[in-house]
């Protein structure tokens, strides 16, 4: 299933900017960033409960905040990409 998570980390304290730092590098662990603080992420059920949990785990939840937009499995013809950035195609094939 397709996810999309943004996120908005308050860099008020000292911490802030480690926990955004930590949240982008977990976001890039399940997907790709297609925005600033927007990744999109494609995760079966037992992915999304540990990524939910390490997001979660990560944020201090009186500053920060978590969205989670789920597109399901027919994701493709939910998305529309105008303009520059182009992503990868995530499920596309894999050359080394």
């Keep these: 299933m397709m996810v999309?998570?943004?996120?908005?980390?308050?860099k008020l304290d000292?911490?802030?900017a480690r926990r955004l730092r930590r949240i982008a590098k977990t976001c890039?662990?399940?997907?790709?960033r297609v925005q600033y603080s927007v990744f999109?992420?494609?995760?079966d059920p037992a992915q999304w409960t540990l990524f939910?949990?390490?997001l979660i785990d990560e944020i201090n939840p009186e500053e920060d905040s978590l969205r989670f937009y789920f597109?399901?499995?027919n994701w493709r013809r939910r998305v529309e990409h105008v303009g520059a950035k182009k992503?990868?195609?995530?499920?596309g094939p894999l050359v080394i």
Excluded: H, P
């Design 4 to 10: 999309v998570v943004s996120y908005d980390v308050a």
């Design 71 to 73: 597109l399901g499995s």
């Design 40 to 43: 999109e992420c494609i995760v």
């Design 28 to 32: 890039q662990n399940y997907g790709q």
């Design 52 to 54: 939910r949990k390490s």
């Design 87 to 91: 992503t990868i195609d995530q499920e």
């Design 14 to 16: 000292t911490g802030g």
